[in-house]
């Protein structure tokens, strides 16, 4: 993606990869689509996910700054949960197996959850991930995110 607004952005991001094992090709090949741009941020992954990524940018002569954590079923998602909760995070993205059920499917649940609740984007799929990450909002001074509202709606 040489776009413009990729090579113009100026914050740097910390990004969370993760995909279930049927969605590492996929992760994979999004990451090597996107090097260039990733390589400008901090990324944050499931430990497999993690592994396959930097061996695939590695090889193709990318140098990113990557910390990979357990992986997922081992606590990966719980561990990406945390630093959402923290502000650790700048962006999801998370290549789900929904055609498959999940042993872990409660950390699952808990990584989206956190999300939708710190106000962090999530991309579930890899057109969200691409129109999240090439947005120009990431460096609009003006612009602030606007915290989610827990109250009852009344007229």
């Known amino acids: 993606m040489e776009n413009e607004k990729l090579k113009k952005m100026n ?8 995909a279930h094992d049927n969605r590492k090709a996929d992760m994979v090949d999004w990451a090597v689509y996107n090097a260039d741009m990733l390589s400008k941020h901090k990324l944050v992954c499931t430990g497999t996910t993690g592994g396959l990524i930097e061996a695939a940018l590695k090889e193709k002569g990318v140098e990113v700054d990557i910390t990979c954590m357990n992986s997922g079923p081992l606590g990966g998602d719980a561990e990406i949960a945390a630093l959402v909760v923290r502000k650790q995070v700048n962006l999801a993205v998370f290549l ?5 059920a999940q042993p872990h499917e409660a950390d699952i ?3 989206l959850r956190q999300c939708r609740i710190h106000n962090v ?3 579930c799929n890899r057109y969200s991930a691409d129109l999240m990450i090439t947005s120009s909002l ?5 612009y602030e ?6 109250v009852q709606y009344h007229r």
């Open 121 to 123: 984007p999530i991309a």
């Open 96 to 100: 789900i197996d929904d055609l498959n």
């Open 109 to 111: 649940q808990m990584l």
């Open 138 to 142: 990431w460096d609009n001074d003006e």
């Open 145 to 150: 995110p606007t915290e989610p509202m827990y």
């Open 11 to 18: 914050k740097q991001l910390t990004i969370a990869l993760v």
